[in-house]
């Protein structure tokens, strides 16, 4: 697979239909041009996005999650343009998210704090206390649930994110350096979560983490200047990384490094900013 | 972290509570009811002898207490509260909640209100409950403490706008400042007609509202408090405008109604009296559970004018000049003085000044010496001032004239003290013909 081997496009017969879908996506903050004609689509799977700082990953992740406002192009998460107000609520019932900053409010409980994201999520409220169990269960904390949160170590603390962002069990779920702040221990179970997850719903990941790519992610998309550097599977960016003999400790670390040179050598004026 | 098939063993599952309950019971919602509870009770108790016994004196502290502390307290802790999410990093998440603004606005914005309604509330009960207990007549005047509550709950919902914001800290405490100025400023003016429309208004304790000031006031101070909530969370910021147009129309009945808003009560228009005494002794009707010991504290002077004529046919408590026959009551209001905690605080002191009013002269500039040595012989008769005794001793150490004073004056009181019964009530009824007359004439001589 070659460097931005497939952009967005219709699924063909037997193909799962996207989730999420971007076309000629740009973003602006200010004067800077975070995102520039981004053509993606993501199915059902995990996608890890790999960038450097800057790259982009963030204001792609706020984008799907409706958080940041595109400057051009078309948004579809789940087959409905986000731009569409009276749409906007339905697309973000079948959302999750993790920013990369978690705010939390340190004084309620994790069932606490749970419940009451899926009440902003309007989650039917009968279903809210199973629905709450069965997400902090997920994420290891069932015997911490009535625990404060600022009782809790940071990368507990993480994993009520994770919590709340899977509460509604959601058909997409967008993750913001989920694996920040969690031991390594921690790390391996996380992405037995994610593959776990990403069996149904359509998991984006942005990680600076290989390994996290490497072990949990089905698909590849590296971000760099604003625009897609190289889109795959983990094993086809370790074998360009083996054939293009980057740096780099890992297959992937080498074959993310061959990737973005391979990008920056191509791209017309280099970088955006 | 587990996978499904590590989960726990199934248990009941615990309902964790409507989410506007942990809003509720954690973080800052009871800390700001309890602020509230604190600065008012504080407030009130430290000059409880200004309001305990009359229910509307209650009424106007708990009042001025709520305008001007609670409502810069509500501003504040809203505005506190409205910084929340900006400190706590949690505008993504609220940012992409299915939940409308308003609603999510409304989960974290009421129970801080609430709460500091409750504190309020708690606040104003405690009043109430130390008032009843040394009640002096009158009835609880509910009307206006439900209408400060309606008001602090809108300051704290305005606060926590403000709070959204302005990404500033000084901007709580600079609120509240800015608050109470603003309210002291408006309750203080007592010309321009704006000064209908603050929320706080400094009244007499005769005067009552008219029953829809209260929930006038209501609907102009929450009318601006939901157009400003509308216009920042409602996606459609034409519906501010619904509650502004209700907020105008409240606020231009309120300012043409000017001095309308409130009416001497029709209480203090009445008075009940004693009629077995002479002079009759009435108390207005607001504190008329304290006839028993304004009659008792007058017994002594009311006892030595049995039989006297030509006395005031009665001491009267109401509002306006008293008529020809009558002589005003010794001020009973406002209270604090007088009277603390429906208790005459010096019965003796309250029949000199009673003593006093039947003499009339209050309004001479000078009398004559007979006059006055007959004026001090009748207040020592009827009921000596506690301080007689101080004045008598500084005559005594002061020159020749204020000395040969003092003799003509003691002489004089014990010519009077030493009449039989029938001379000396003829003498007082000829006494008392010539009170209000600044000259010699007819006074008796003693």
Redesign the interface.
Known sequence: MSPVSHLASRPSPGEPAAAVRTAGLRVRHRRTVALDSVDLDFGPGVHGLLGPNGAGKTSLI?VL???AEPSGGRVEILGHDIRD?RRR?EV??G?G?L?Q?????????V???????A????MPADG???A???AV????L?DRIDAKVRRLSGGMIR?VGIA?AVVNEPPVLLLDEPTAGLDPE?RV??R??LR?LGVSSTVIVSTHLVEDVAAACTEVTLVDAGRVAYRGTPPSLAALGESEGGPGDHPIERGYTAALRAHRASAPGGALR | MTLLTERAPRQRVRRPGHPLRAEAVRGFAPWAGAAMLLTLGVALAVGSERWQGGWAETRDQTHAAAMLLGVPLALAAGCWQGGRERRRGTGELLATAVRGRTAAFLASALPVALWLAAGYAVATALALLATWYRAMGDRPHLGTPLGDAAVLVCAALTGQVVGRLVAWRPAAPLLAAAGYVVLGVAGHDRRGSARYLSPFVETSSTSVPVWWQPWATVAWAGGLAAAAVLAYTARRRAVALLPLVAAAAAGTLLVQTGDGLWHTAPLARRQVCDTSTTPQICVNARYKELLPQVTEALSGMTGRLEGVENLPVRFEDLPGRPGPDEVELPMITPIGWSVVRGRLTDPEEYAWAAGMTLQGRGDCDEVPRRVARADDAVEHYLAPSPLRRQFDEQYARGDAAERAALRERLAARERLASMGDEERRAWLSAYFATRDECGRNGVPEL
């Open positions: 706020r999650a409706t958080v107000h609520g973000r019932r959302l998210y920013p900053d978690f705010g939390y409010y340190p004084g309620f409980t069932r606490e704090f749970v419940a009451y994201v009440w902003l999520k309007e809210v206390p199973a709450v169990e069965r269960a997920r994420v290891g069932a994993r709340q921690q179970e996380f037995e979560l776990e």
